[in-house]
């Protein structure tokens, strides 16, 4: 079975090495990475591209080996497509945060305009239909974040919380993620450049 060995590569790189090798299709494979999120973001991009994964812990990192037929290479990326084209206004937007605060200029009245903002998220008829958490807004998603509820209202409405792996694991929050899934670079450009109205705050 080949091997991509791509410990050490930086976010979005094991996903992008991932994505060309299934595009090349040819039977099973396995990565090589360094980090838990990132064998997360690689096993997490293969299966939706209908591959199948089993992930395992080395004294390295960790392995992730990729399997799935020929015929399933362009299907995952197909549906985002048909799901982007087949949207309206009404379907919500992206809505990308990428600071605890929101606005500058006084980071205590920033808290307070993000936890107001994050609430009104959950009682508006039309709330975003993704939510992309990078830099110190990760910290929305983790242990003593005070919208934690509102983001977990938010997901249980059907928003999908993508939660940047690198960020994270920047500030040493990695376990402890509460709401949304970590995700990585190639995962948020694609939604963001798939979407009709991407707002950011």
Same mark, same amino acid.
Do not use: W
């Given at each position: 079975?080949?091997?991509?060995?791509?410990? $050490?590569? &930086?976010? &979005?790189? !094991?996903?992008?090495?991932?994505?060309?090798?299934? +595009?090349?299709?040819?039977? $099973?494979?396995?990565?090589?990475?360094? +980090?838990?999120?990132? @064998?997360?973001?690689?096993?997490?991009?293969?299966?939706?591209?209908?591959?199948?994964?089993?992930?395992?812990?080395? #004294? =390295?990192?960790?392995?992730?080996?990729?399997?799935?037929?020929? *015929?399933?290479? #362009?299907?995952?990326? +197909?549906?985002?497509?048909?799901?982007?084209?087949? %949207?309206? !206004? #009404?379907?919500?937007?992206?809505?990308?945060?990428?600071?605890?605060?929101?606005?500058?200029?006084?980071? #205590?009245?920033?808290?307070?305009?993000?936890?107001?903002?994050?609430?009104?998220?959950?009682?508006?008829?039309? !709330? &975003?239909?993704?939510?992309?958490?990078?830099?110190?807004?990760?910290?929305? @998603?983790?242990? $003593?974040?005070?919208?934690? /509820?509102?983001?977990?209202?938010? =997901?249980?409405?059907? @928003? *999908?919380?993508?939660?940047?792996?690198?960020?994270? /694991?920047?500030?040493?929050?990695? %376990?402890?993620?509460?709401?949304?899934?970590?995700?990585?670079?190639?995962?948020? @450009?694609?939604?963001?450049?798939?979407?009709?109205?991407?707002?950011?705050?």
């Amino acid at each position: 079975m080949d091997v991509i060995d791509a410990k $050490g590569l &930086p976010c &979005p790189q !094991p996903v992008l090495l991932t994505k060309k090798r299934i +595009k090349e299709g040819s039977g $099973g494979f396995v990565v090589l990475v360094s +980090k838990r999120e990132q @064998a997360a973001n690689v096993a997490g991009y293969a299966r939706s591209m209908n591959c199948s994964v089993q992930i395992e812990g080395t #004294e =390295e990192g960790y392995r992730v080996e990729v399997t799935g037929g020929e *015929d399933t290479v #362009e299907t995952g990326m +197909k549906d985002v497509r048909d799901a982007s084209d087949g %949207e309206s !206004p #009404e379907d919500g937007c992206v809505l990308v945060i990428n600071s605890r605060c929101m606005g500058s200029g006084d980071d #205590e009245l920033g808290e307070i305009l993000t936890g107001a903002f994050m609430h009104t998220l959950t009682e508006i008829d039309v !709330p &975003p239909r993704t939510v992309i958490l990078y830099n110190s807004g990760v910290k929305l @998603a983790v242990k $003593g974040s005070p919208v934690i /509820d509102d983001l977990a209202a938010l =997901e249980s409405s059907g @928003a *999908d919380i993508l939660v940047c792996g690198t960020c994270l /694991d920047r500030f040493g929050l990695l %376990e402890d993620v509460l709401v949304g899934r970590v995700s990585n670079m190639y995962t948020i @450009a694609e939604t963001i450049l798939l979407s009709r109205k991407t707002v950011t705050i």
